[in-house]
């Protein structure tokens, strides 16, 4: 597995997911999606700092593409 690095203090950064109320994933819903019914784009990859705690997330961009288009 590739180590990734933070950004911020140059530590090892964890890897993972993000999980809200126990599911197993969570998502992002832009604000350029228009109409009533907003989709849920799922965060896939998250990685945090055990260091200073900054976090990265990260979703399929293609589906985030698919969403607001």
Do not use: F
């Not at 993000?18 to 350029?32: C, E, P, R």
């Amino acid at each position: 597995m590739e180590i990734h690095t933070c950004p911020k203090c140059n530590a090892p950064m964890d890897e993972g997911y993000m999980s809200w109320s126990g599911s197993s994933s969570s998502g992002y819903v832009s604000k350029k999606q228009t109409g009533m019914l907003r989709r849920v784009t799922n965060i896939t990859l998250a990685r945090a700092c055990p260091n200073c705690g900054y976090v990265e997330m990260y979703l399929d961009p293609k589906e985030l593409k698919q969403r607001i288009s």
